[in-house]
């Protein structure tokens, strides 16, 4: 069992280094103490993560991501698109989805990743990525 201020995550079932990915990201943690049937670590050190506030999208992007999804999937009018929206459920195939991405590019001037694209399952997660692009584009 592995515990972090009293909470017992049991990683017996999976091996050591997904269970420090559970981990990954705390700042405030210095280390963490590891035992099983088998072996048993006294404690592991980790680097601190530098400490990052992600926040949503703001609504004017958004809406301008949900237009363009609109358009690219030649949507009716009366259909209806929010930040929920996932692509597949408004019919979007992959061939669909590269050409969003082509087109969220064009209208906010940045470049997405193969990655990051292929990570994209609804309008926020697209609205989200575009806000943090944006922002470090002007950084």
């Given at each position: ?12 079932a999976r091996p050591l280094r997904q269970s ?104 926020r997660d697209a609205a989200n990525m575009i ?5 470090a584009k002007t950084a």
């Open positions: 069992m592995a515990s972090i201020a009293g909470i017992a995550i049991p990683v017996s420090l990915q559970v981990f990954n990201g705390l700042s405030a943690l210095k280390s963490v103490s590891f035992s099983s049937q088998r072996r048993s670590f006294r404690s592991i050190r980790l680097n601190p993560a530098p400490f990052r506030v992600s926040c949503a999208a703001k609504p004017e992007t958004l809406d301008k991501v949900c237009g363009i999804v609109k358009k690219q999937l030649a949507l009716a009018d009366d259909v209806s698109i929010t930040g929920d929206s996932k692509f597949a459920e408004l019919g979007a195939d992959s061939l669909d989805t590269v050409e969003i991405v082509m087109g969220l590019e064009e209208a906010f001037g940045i470049t997405v990743e193969e990655e990051s694209a292929q990570s994209i399952v609804t309008v806000e943090e692009l944006v922002e």
